[in-house]
Structures are given as C-alpha cells and as structure tokens.
C-alpha cells in the first residue's frame, strides 16, 4: 500500500507559492522542502486562479466551485429520487381510487 501523507498545511504552501512567485524554481524548492515540484506548480497555479491572477480554464474550478457542484449534484439526485417515488406512489392511489383501470396503457 502507497504512503500518503497528511496535507500540507495552508500556509505552508501559501509560502511555498510565495517563494516561488519571488523567483524560486519549484524544482530547487521541492529537493529542500518535500513537496514534489509538480504539486507546487499545482499550488501556485490554484493560488492564481483563485486570486484572479490567471485565467481558469473552463474545465478547471476553483475549490469553492466544486465544493458547490458536488452539493448540486448530491441535491439533483435526492430530488430525482423524491420525485420517482411520488410519481409511483401517484400511480398507486390513482389505482386504488379506480380513476386509473388497473394494468390500462391508455389505449
């Protein structure tokens, strides 16, 4: 099974993007620090989309944004799912009612 750590704490990478934006290389920075280079070129990435300093690409969303569409989606399918069953249970009443004829397909 892989090591995974912990994440690093918030200012930890908030000084590491800011050594960077100082004009440290994220490859020297990640041989004395331990995070990989790519993941603090992920870091300074996220931190300038998030402080507007880059252009987010469509696919890209910032934390904020798919923290609410995971939210959205999560709420879409609970009411997809309350729907079906009042939909069935609709049918059910209207059955026992006698305003639909059982097994009718409307023809």
């Not at 099974?1 to 990640?30: C, K, N, S, W």
């Not at 910032?62 to 069935?88: F, G, M, N, P, W």
Request: glycine residues 4%.
């Amino acid at each position: 099974m892989p090591h995974t750590r912990p994440p690093y704490p918030a200012e930890f990478r908030r000084q590491i993007v800011e050594l960077v934006r100082a004009g440290r290389d994220p490859t020297d920075l990640a041989r004395e620090f331990e995070p990989s280079a790519q993941a603090i070129r992920n870091w300074v990435a996220q931190a300038d989309r998030s402080e507007g300093r880059r252009e987010a690409k469509a696919e890209i969303l910032t934390a904020a944004e798919r923290e609410e569409l995971i939210r959205l989606r999560r709420e879409v399918r609970q009411l997809r799912l309350e729907r079906d069953i009042l939909s069935k249970a609709a049918a059910w009443f209207a059955r026992e009612t006698g305003a639909v004829p059982s097994g009718s397909s409307g023809s």
